[in-house]
Antibody, heavy 122, light 115 residues
Framework: QVQLQESGPGLVRPSETLSLTCTVS????????WSWIRQPPGKGLEWIGY???????NYNPSLRSRVTISLDTPQNQFSLELTSVTAADTAVYYC????????????????WGLGTLVTVSS | DIVLTQSPDSLAVSLGERATINCKSS????????????LSWYQQKPGQPPKLLIY???TRESGVPDRFSGSGSGTDFTLTISSLQAEDVAIYYC???????????FGQGTKLEIK
């Protein structure tokens, strides 16, 4: 059974960099897309970006200037960095795997981590 | 930008009755090349991550009860729960994948409660 687990600081100061890691167990990084998604308290879901197992990335245009997603295949991990954070970046951050069936991706997420709350505050 | 609008924002249904949630997109979710609609539905309970129910508009994810069904094509989609159970109380989200450029957009959510 595939499991994902987010890890990283729960508190980040304004203007600093938020850094999170997702560890994948029970399955391989290949050949999937791996995304970060966030949810501010009491609000809806926002896709942040993805990394493909090949290392290619794509980001939400609204966050692109501040986001980097990277991959560590030997460790079965991928990571998120979000720079210059403000209170608006306070959210539960999820990592998730895009489903794959045959040659086609789902375009949606079949496995999610439990999420980690990151608060931006001084 | 793609906008997904769910209706209603909240819904109260009696146990055993049908619940219907709608999702309308500003851009077609249909891929001509493979004839798949890239529209999915999730269920989220408090303190939990979203759970995938339906992908490709109408394909039920493994392990999802058959009282959950999805329908629609293009820009208009529906999630139906045929006979509401107490454990179905949750917020439901639709989500669309769009390839040019690749983006994943969520609806605002619909809160489902027992009447």
């Amino acid at each position: 059974q595939v499991q994902l687990q987010e890890s990283g600081p729960g508190l980040v100061r304004p203007s600093e960099t938020l850094s999170l890691t997702c560890t994948v167990s029970g399955g391989s990084i290949s050949p999937h897309y791996w995304s970060w998604i966030r949810q501010p308290p009491g609000k809806g879901l926002e896709w942040i970006g993805y990394i493909y197992y090949s290392g290619s990335t794509n980001y939400n245009p609204s966050l692109r200037s501040r986001v980097t997603i990277s991959l560590d295949t030997p460790q079965n991990q991928f990571s998120l960095e979000l720079t210059s954070v403000t209170a608006a970046d306070t959210a539960v951050y999820y990592c998730a795997r895009e489903g794959l069936r045959g040659a086609y991706t789902y375009g949606s997420y079949d496995y999610w981590g439990l999420g980690t709350l990151v608060t931006v505050s001084s | 930008d793609i906008v997904l609008t769910q209706s209603p924002d909240s819904l109260a249904v009696s146990l055993g009755e049908r619940a219907t949630i709608n999702c309308k997109s500003s851009h077609s979710a249909l891929y001509i090349s493979n004839k798949k609609n890239y529209l999915s539905w999730y269920q989220q309970k408090p303190g939990q991550p979203p759970k995938l129910l339906i992908y490709w508009a109408s394909t039920r994810e493994s392990g999802v009860p058959d009282r959950f069904s999805g329908s629609g094509s293009g820009t208009d989609f529906t999630l139906t729960i045929s006979s509401l159970q107490a454990e179905d109380v949750a917020i439901y989200y639709c989500q669309q994948y769009y390839s040019t450029p690749p983006t994943y957009t969520f609806g605002q959510g619909t809160k489902l409660e027992i009447k």
